[in-house]
């Protein structure tokens, strides 16, 4: 009897630590804390099974023995685990910890951050693609009955231009029972700059997901495919072609057991049919967008702004210490995501001493050291400026506009939909245009520049040229307030273009006059400088 009792203890024993593996699936790496949290766990249950038999009279006097040996096994597990936490910690590898990121600081803003078209600046943050997303969702009714949207929107760079991505999943347990065979049809991509959103549906569905369930669960396949491989935060991207992928950063742990982590490789796995391949940073495909998390970036330039002088600097007087803001966003630079990143003095005063770009594929990271507003001061002055509509400012993006710093907000109601967008001058935040497109937004901020002597007005360099002739069309029209002529002479396809504020004598102009031009070419009419009729 006590035999039996043995065996079927020592099953369920087995039976509950194999359930608990596969459904924590630590990495079997000695730098992952989750498998150091495993082993102790297992420990545990090991030594309660021994505590129970020896409680239910069927224990050996070997397995006391046996049962301060565990005991002993989890005290000394538990000690490494905290010592090697300390050891690893920027308390005592501070220097280490400083010079995991090579910041490059003689850098130029206006040279490294080209004025961007308006098709490839992001107009939209998560929550407002999230949205687009769930009513195109709410649109397909042949799916919104068994998928949902997810909420990963990885922002990337697909075909030059700024869009977010996301699978579907499944809307619930019931759903993928039934739908799990043939898979995720679609995924949603979503154009950052004109808000285009679209469904995409694949001519085989995605099998491997975060909806999934066992052995297709995008984290277990991983997992059983690379036990040692300790990963990071996924992303969800698709390549040139359209395919989806699944990017899976390998974390690489620099000091000690637990600290200085970055990304030594990364799986990249076809989301459909659930092959993977392992790359070295450096050989990873340029279509891939996101190896480097932003978050992990942040932390990194933290140790790197606040470790210069010691630890103990860090948290005392905290002398030459820098910290990033309470934000970031994205910028897309050379078909590359850029996380940006306001950066402040750690003693807190209300302006920024400069920004942090950080590459997410390379981890190649540049320091500005441009003085002015925060991003919280900026949103506030975009706020400011519409407090009647009582719109709310999403996190500014950093855009070279005229060769100036300027925060570009958009302002939402309280739907969550873009009312407007604003542009916020980083070094006089006072400084705020306001448009209901980016256009207009980018006019008004340019004539307050002008207007505020940021700015000198632009010289006009073109050569002036003069002709004579006989006048054959004579139009009129209002631009921005002002009254224009618009001539055409004899013999002539070109169009002359006469301001009635500057020359006030066009208006005597009518057809068959003989007049003398002078004007300057330029893309679709002539700008006339001076103007002469003919007797």
């Known amino acids: 009897m006590k035999k039996k009792m043995t065996v079927g203890l020592t099953l369920l024993t087995l039976v509950v630590i194999a359930i608990y593996y596969y459904v924590t699936i630590p990495a079997f790496n000695i730098h992952s804390k989750d498998v150091w949290f495993f082993i102790m766990v297992v420990i545990a249950i090991i030594g309660f099974v021994y505590a129970l038999k020896r409680k239910l009279g069927i224990a050996e006097i070997r397995e006391d023995k046996g049962l301060k040996a565990i005991i002993g096994v989890l005290v000394v597990s538990i000690a490494v685990f905290l010592i090697g936490t300390l050891l690893s910690s920027p308390i005592i590898n501070a220097k280490k910890y400083q010079k995991l990121l090579d910041v490059k600081e003689d850098v130029s803003f206006q040279e490294d951050i080209h004025e961007l078209n308006f098709d490839q600046i992001p107009l939209l943050d998560k929550d407002s693609a999230e949205i687009l997303g769930d009513r195109k969702m709410g649109s397909m009714v042949d799916m919104v009955s068994q998928f949902e949207a997810t909420d990963i929107y990885s922002q990337i760079n697909y075909q030059g231009k700024p869009v977010r991505v996301t699978p579907l999943k499944y809307a619930s347990a019931i759903k993928w029972i039934t739908n799990q065979k043939d898979g995720i049809p679609a995924y949603i991509k979503i154009n950052m700059a004109d808000q285009t959103t679209d469904l995409v549906k694949l001519e085989q569905g995605i099998k491997y997901s975060t909806s999934e369930y066992f052995n297709r669960n995008i984290y277990r396949h991983l997992r059983f495919q690379h036990p040692t491989y300790i990963y990071g935060e996924l992303s969800f991207e698709i390549d040139e072609e359209g ?68 630890f103990l600097n860090s948290v005392l007087s905290q002398k030459d210490c820098l910290q990033t803001t309470s934000g970031y966003n994205y910028l897309a630079l050379d078909d590359d995501v850029w996380m940006y990143t306001g950066v402040t003095s750690v003693n807190g005063d209300q302006s920024n001493v400069g920004f942090a770009l950080a590459n997410q594929r390379t981890m190649e990271t540049k320091y500005y050291e441009i003085e002015g507003a925060t991003e919280a001061a900026a949103m506030g002055s975009a706020e400011g400026q519409v407090q009647n509509l009582k719109y709310k400012a999403t996190f500014p993006l950093l855009l070279n506009i005229s060769g100036e710093p300027t925060y570009f907000i958009a302002l939402k109601d309280d739907a969550g939909l873009v009312k407007k967008y604003a542009m916020v001058n ?22 307050l520049l002008l207007s505020n002597g940021i700015q000198e007005p632009k010289k006009d360099e073109r050569d002036t040229k003069e002709i004579t002739g006989i006048v054959t069309t004579v139009a009129q029209a209002v631009i921005d307030g002002t009254s224009h002529y618009y001539l055409v002479l004899d013999n002539k396809e070109d169009i002359y273009d006469v301001s009635v504020k500057d020359y006030i004598d066009v208006i005597k102009v009518k057809e068959g006059d003989a007049l003398t031009i002078e004007y300057k070419v330029g893309e679709t009419t002539n700008n006339v400088t001076s103007i002469e009729i003919n007797k």
């Open 426 to 447: 980083v070094q006089k935040y006072q400084i705020v245009a306001i448009g209901d497109n980016v256009a207009d937004t980018e006019s008004n901020y340019e004539d």
């Open 243 to 310: 395919v989806p992928y699944w990017i899976a950063p390998v974390k690489k742990f620099n000091i000690g057991l637990f600290g200085g982590e970055t990304v030594g490789k990364v799986v990249i796995c076809n989301a459909i049919t659930g092959e993977s391949k392992t790359y070295q940073v450096k050989d990873v495909p340029k279509w891939v967008d996101r190896v480097y998390s932003a978050d992990l970036l942040v932390d990194l330039f933290d140790y790197y702004g606040t470790l210069k002088r010691g």
